[in-house]
């Protein structure tokens, strides 16, 4: 890396874009021509760094509805230092419409992201998301384009309010509907939270997929800092847009690539970060992923031995009592990880050309409550936990401190569900079979099965339990879940039942015992009978015929590793387009 640190040492020869522009050929000709078609002239683009910026805006995206806003002010940012911005539209992956998830397309993505930055001539990009999986998606697409880049996360939405609660969007939503199902919640009431619920644009005001994806992305270094906390429609989080843009031009000048300065130690720091903000067992799948393209890999066993020594100090909803407009407001991520240094790889690099431990050397906790001490945390360790037995033999995850207390050592017999519609027909049947103390079981609902692996973790409680005051029970798929979900879940049961995991065997009546404190999961048949019955089993469904769903079925990886494409693991070449 050779930074320019002066005006001097900025050489429009050494750009990227010089390619397409610089030379006096019949090709450039041909691309000057057509930028001049656009209306743009010699002096907006020619010497000066193309800056792409990636906006995943879409009126279909509650989280980004705010991005065509915040564009204009990056494009701001960018003109400020001299560079040349560019808008380019990419997926935009929104979990609350699009079905069955958006896990079924973070891959596809990620791939348009890395396309679309290797092909077009482009010195450094912004990258704009927010929900769930367009963080990882846009992570994993710049690092194998290896150009200049940096994230401009989304913010969460206000906190909301209805009569006198708080509301955390997810959490309160799922509680005020169990209510609804238990007689407790009128249909005007229940309206009235609908119409409350969602304060504004940007993400999920809880600790859920999209927040927790911010706050790691800030601690690998790919924001500048306390970006990750701001709210969406607060005008910090417009002047955040402005100096992102400008810091961009800034990395295209120095070619401040992600191979410069994103490394294995900077997935510790993101994934120590979840860890202690009590965030959603979905960034396990996504930081292996994004280590996946950095050919490193990133086990089950590093994210619980990491879990053992790391406190959770962010008393953040659904597993504590606060949302991101608190947590912003008593000092933001930085804060929190002033806090656990001493876990942290301090001399790591980051976007803003500075290491991690100079980002948050001037934080200040503004909040006890909500920023936790390490004498007083929420949990000492353990967040979230991973199982490990014959039921689950890759691994399997739950979010403990979002579990009943007493459900963390659980023996129950099976209620087995073979797929989603089946269980959502039978569920709240008053002749079925289930008690408090049965554990619900949930299959054909991973990366083959669903197929995408969706949000199916957070099985409902049956409605003559909730009628009788039951709040929670041992819940298991080879599903994921919301991370602004609650309640004893046990998720991502790797390998799935579709590519013919143990769950797939597992009958109503069989007894299954999850242990966390001894990290164990246990299917409680001999190995005999389960031999019998995969020997009994239906072939297993055949993989669908065109298109994406065909070329996801084939090479998406299972839960354990990440659900990335085989055929993407690993460093890309980042062969430049030859052009001809």
């Known amino acids: 890396m050779n930074p320019a640190n002066s005006e001097t040492e900025r050489d429009p020869t050494q750009l990227r874009s010089h390619r397409w522009f610089g030379k006096d050929d019949l090709r450039s000709f041909g691309h000057r021509s057509r930028l001049k078609g656009m209306g743009f002239d010699d002096v907006d683009y020619r010497d000066r760094p193309v800056v792409a910026i990636l906006n995943t805006w879409s009126e279909l995206n509650t989280c980004h509805s705010h991005f065509r806003n915040r564009a204009d002010e990056v494009r701001r940012g960018i003109l400020q230092s001299g560079g040349f911005p560019v808008e380019v539209p990419v997926m935009s992956l929104g979990e609350m419409m699009m079905k069955p998830t958006t896990m079924l397309y973070r891959n596809l993505l990620a791939m348009e992201v890395e396309e679309v930055l290797r092909c077009h001539p482009i ?9 769930d999986k367009t963080v990882p998606a846009m992570l994993m697409g710049a690092i194998s384009s290896d150009i200049p880049s940096l994230f401009l996360p989304a913010g969460a939405m206000l906190r909301a309010r209805w009569k006198d609660q708080t509301l955390g969007s997810g959490s309160d939503a799922w509680k005020y509907w169990d209510q609804r199902l238990a007689g407790n919640l009128c249909d005007r009431d229940w309206n009235g939270v609908e119409n409350c619920i969602a304060a504004s644009a940007g993400t999920c005001m809880t600790m859920g997929t999209a927040s927790t994806m911010a706050c790691v992305a800030e601690a690998m270094g790919w924001t500048l800092p306390s970006a990750a906390t701001i709210p969406a429609v607060m005008a910090e989080h417009s002047r955040l ?65 990491l879990s053992r020594q790391t406190p959770v100090l962010g008393d953040l909803r659904p597993g504590g009592r606060f949302l991101m407009q608190d947590f912003f407001e008593a000092g933001g991520i930085c804060a929190l990880l002033d806090r656990i240094q001493d876990l942290l790889n301090l001399d790591c690099k980051t976007v803003a050309g500075t290491t991690l431990g100079e980002q948050i050397k001037d934080a200040e906790v503004i909040d006890n409550e909500v920023i936790r001490t390490r004498e007083n945390p929420v949990s000492p360790a353990g967040g979230v936990c991973l199982l490990r037995g014959n039921l689950a033999p890759s691994g399997c995850v739950i979010k403990s401190i979002a579990a009943s207390k007493k459900l963390l050592h ?75 979900s609650y309640g004893t879940c046990v998720l991502h049961i790797s390998p799935e039942s579709a590519a013919g995991g143990p769950l797939s065997l597992v009958q109503t009546g069989d007894e299954i015992e999850i242990n966390v404190a001894e990290r164990t999961i246990h299917w409680h048949v001999e190995k005999a009978e389960q031999e019998r019955r995969r020997q009994q089993q ?14 996801y079925a084939k090479h998406v990886t299972q839960a354990d590793q990440g659900c990335d494409f085989d055929f993407l693991a690993g460093r890309s070449p980042g062969e430049e387009p030859a052009i001809h």
């Open 123 to 131: 010195d450094a990009a912004v990258l704009m998301g927010g929900c």
């Open 241 to 305: 847009a402005v100096a992102t843009g400008r810091r961009a031009v800034d990395m295209a000048w120095e070619q401040l690539k992600p191979s410069h300065f994103f490394t294995a130690d900077s997935i510790d720091n993101g994934l120590t970060t979840s860890l202690a903000i009590g965030g959603s067992t979905n960034a396990i799948v996504h930081l292996i992923a994004i280590a996946g393209r950095l050919g490193h890999e990133l086990t089950l066993d590093r994210f619980d031995e």
């Open 410 to 484: 659980h023996r129950g017999k099976a209620v087995v569900f073979d797929n989603y519609p089946q269980m959502k027909e039978q569920i709240h049947d008053p002749d079925l079979d289930v008690d408090e103390n049965s554990v619900l079981i949930l299959r054909s609902a991973g990366p083959l099965g669903a197929p995408g692996f969706p949000e199916w973790g957070m099985l409902p409680i049956p409605k003559k339990l909730l009628q009788s005051g039951v709040t929670d029970m041992v819940r298991m798929s080879d599903a994921r879940m919301s991370g602004t």
């Open 538 to 551: 239906p072939e297993l469904a055949p993989a669908p015929e065109r298109g994406y769903m065909k070329l």
